[in-house]
């Protein structure tokens, strides 16, 4: 019987910034050659030796390598989780630990909302690239439907607490209205996601 919680389920990367990325990369790394080469043989009273013009197309291949940092982002998606890598590092998140991915009006790229109101950034998928994005965050939806954690179930002491903080009438605090907002949330998405195979 073979493990199938490696296998790829999706993979994203970014298109429109890796292109950017890409001519910016030619076009700095062309402008250091060109640069270096017309110092060599300039008449400027200066004089540059071969070791100089060696240095200037390095620093150029440095500057050229760190624009395409920009492009390494990715994310892949297993039946055990997801693994982000951004600009650096990379890490692999169990479903159990993802809430959802939020995609803030005006962000440039979505978050993993994790337990304990921790965040992960998804730079994979980003904002400029339109509909790609939309079909990545829409299938990587589908996927933490069917792989993630069900939803919580509220418990009767968890209500009646709730229940007792609003007759408090004290102003509830931000984490507080986080937690009541997900679990109402969650108990109106709990019909739809009754029925799905887990």
Known sequence: MTDNSDRILLTVRPRKIAIYAGIGAVVVMAVMVVVALQLKSADTGVYFRTADVVSMIILGLLFAAGMMLVARPRLRVTPRGARVRNIIGEKEIEWALIHRIAFPEGAQWPNLELADDEAASVMAIQAMDKGRALA?????????????????VISDAAKARMALKEDQNRPLGRLEKIDLERAVQDESDKPRRFGRAR
């Open 136 to 152: 990545a965050l829409q299938e990587f939806r589908r996927l933490h439907a069917q792989y993630g954690p069900p939803p919580p």
